[in-house]
């Protein structure tokens, strides 16, 4: 009797090692194959602008570098500059307005949108602005400062338009008086407020959304969809972060673009969202005024512009 307790107790111990062994060694190939996940990489161009902040601060605490994401991003200070890059395919994705990006779609340049961006604008003016008169707006013809000065100051003042893709050459131009009105994004329009400038009007908030989006091309979506998954969720990561402490944005944003660092306070920041795709009633209203404005007919379909499946849940 003894004997068979004893066999027992020793069956029992061989199976409890056996089980714990093998829990260990199952931890260790899971661990194994995060810590060897292949690292993929990604570029993207980036405007100077709040919709960034999300992007940079994920890449400055090292949430990309966790998903084994090596991302290249680059910010430019002029659009066209910007696009010129991904049609030489330069970059897998970059940051763009609805009114370039419908544009861009129907001139037969094919990229889709991942996800919205959040973003804040203002319309600057100098200390002897007036009411009053004839004024010069300094704005980007096809892009989201053209809609937005159609919708929200056209309607209360009598304008002239003059286009300058430059952002640092517009703010110039609007301190030395030569603009009456001037067009910027977040945080670029708070630091021409430290300059002298006034804020005219800020807009965080365009029926739900803002104009303004992340695309990739057709090539990138086809060959770095792993890539481009990682990007989101490291995304969403540091919106998360970002809407527990705003501060976060205001400081990456100042270090990122050279601002100066009184202007902290000053930026208004947009309610981040996590990744999400414009609506099809938005895009529509966009593709409308770009119609109407410019006089073309688009035929662009919405499911031909959006890749859904990075935001599925």
Known sequence: MKYMRFTSFIILLL????????????????????????TVSLSVGLMPAVDAA?????????????????????????????????QANELDGTMTDLIAYINNKHNGFDTKIVTSTDGSFAFLVGDNFEQKGRKKLGIMEVSVSNYL?????AKDYNIEKVYIPEIPTRLEMVQTEQLDIGFFPEPIASNGEV???????????????MP???VFTTKALNEKREAI??????????????????????????????LKPEIQ???TLPTYHQARIPSEEYMN?????????????????????IAKEYTES
Not at 64 to 81: E, G, M, S, V
Not at 231 to 246: E, L
Not at 292 to 302: A, G, H, P, S
């Open 15 to 38: 199976f409890f090692i056996t089980a714990c062994s093998s829990e260990t060694s199952n931890n260790n190939q899971q661990s194994d194959k995060i810590e060897k996940e292949e």
């Open 54 to 86: 999300p992007i940079l601060l994920a890449e400055k605490e090292g949430y990309f570098d966790d998903l084994n994401l090596d991302l290249d991003a680059k910010i430019y200070t002029n659009a066209n500059n910007r696009q010129s890059a991904i």
């Open 149 to 153: 000065a159609d919708h929200y100051v």
């Open 195 to 209: 300059a002298g400038l006034t804020k005219l009007i800020s807009i965080t908030d365009d029926d739900g959304y």
């Open 212 to 214: 303004e989006a992340m």
């Open 229 to 258: 998954q990682r990007f989101i969720k490291g995304y969403n990561q540091a919106v998360n972060a970002i809407n527990s402490d705003d501060t976060l944005a205001r400081e990456v944003l100042i270090e990122a673009i050279d």
């Open 265 to 267: 306070d000053l930026i």
């Open 285 to 305: 209203k966009i593709i409308t005024w770009v119609e109407e404005v410019q006089k073309i007919q688009t035929n662009l379909k919405y499911d031909e512009m």
